[in-house]
């Protein structure tokens, strides 16, 4: 549960993090400025952090890997974020490896080990980025490699992909998020996440409401015709259920999320498929511009 000092404590970590970022592996072809900090939203989402939260995510990763425990299982998460992910993992028995290219989502997810697992040496968290295939050659082989709505923020999606399967162990399991290709409305989104990024400060809440706003008002709109309003509070008040994850954090992210691309679920098939990966788990269909998610097991 959060500290009173939670948030003295992040800063301190992020600082900490933010001097040793130097030798960091640049995001090639994407403006540094043009880059949503993912960090610092996700730094806000700890301080709501609870144990329904944590539960959700735990119960996301048995469903998709088909577990009912990660005891003697070593966990890579690729793209930390808030750590929740990594938090799961450990909670489930893991030994987690995490890594974040953003220094404020290495920060959060340092501050969700130091709130739950402190001093724990079976979980270590790093920042670099999944562009650095010596680096993550340099980690070893892991049971399990995820990386979840990740890999397609980092300039290079189809370079961030084949990175991933490098530490993959023999029989081990690459677990991947990526964007669904839903043509024209995806480049469109594409088009409004670089505007947000090109905006003064001051004017990005502001536009991430009005660009939410039909859909918001679709969904409320849509639940009165059907006499059934608690659904459109429920999306919000039980958005935790989706991984643990925040409605509003969410929101934001996705408005936000540039560098941007996507893949069709036969492009992702195809990928691993030709790299001597074999697909043992997929949800997609109804996600619209979400992401498809894929569970590959390496041959």
């Known amino acids: 549960m959060p500290t009173n000092n939670s948030h003295a404590t992040l800063t301190k970590l992020t600082d900490d993090v933010t ?3 130097t030798g960091a592996s640049p995001v090639a072809g994407v403006e540094r400025e043009l880059r ?33 425990s990660l005891a003697g299982q070593s966990f890579l998460d690729i793209g930390s974020g808030s750590g929740l992910s990594s938090l799961a993992a450990r909670r489930l028995g893991a030994r987690v ?14 501050e969700m080990k130091r709130r739950f697992f402190p001093d724990d040496s079976n979980w270590t968290v790093e920042q670099n980025s999944a562009l650095d295939a010596g680096y993550l050659n340099s980690l070893g082989k892991f049971d399990i490699v995820y990386s979840w709505g990740v890999l397609h923020h980092t300039g290079e999606m189809w370079k961030a992909l084949d990175n991933a399967r490098l530490p993959v162990a023999p029989g081990g399991r690459l ?10 409305q995806a480049t469109r989104w594409k088009w409004i996440k670089r505007k947000y990024n ?13 660009v939410a706003a039909p859909d918001e008002a679709k969904a409320m709109l849509r639940s009165l015709l059907l006499l059934r309003p608690q659904e459109y509070v429920q999306s ?26 996507v893949a069709t679920p036969d492009e992702i098939f195809d990928f691993y498929s030709a790299r001597g ?23």
């Open 19 to 21: 001097g040793n970022v």
């Open 36 to 68: 949503f900090e993912f960090g610092k939203n996700w730094s806000r989402f700890l301080s709501r952090l609870d144990d329904n939260r944590i539960a959700e995510a735990e119960g996301a990763l048995r469903m998709m890997l088909e577990v009912d």
């Open 97 to 110: 490896h995490s890594f974040d290219y953003d220094p404020h989502s290495v920060a959060c997810t340092a």
């Open 175 to 184: 677990f991947v998020a990526i964007y669904n290709d839903t043509g024209s």
């Open 198 to 210: 090109s905006l003064p400060r001051a004017m990005r809440l502001p536009f991430t409401l009005v």
């Open 236 to 261: 919000w008040t039980q958005y935790y259920q989706r991984r643990g994850m925040s409605r509003w954090h969410d929101i934001v992210d996705w408005v936000g999320g540039y560098p941007y691309e």
């Open 277 to 299: 990966f074999r697909l043992t788990k997929l949800k997609c269909g109804g996600v619209g511009l979400g992401c498809n998610e894929f569970v590959f097991v390496k041959e």
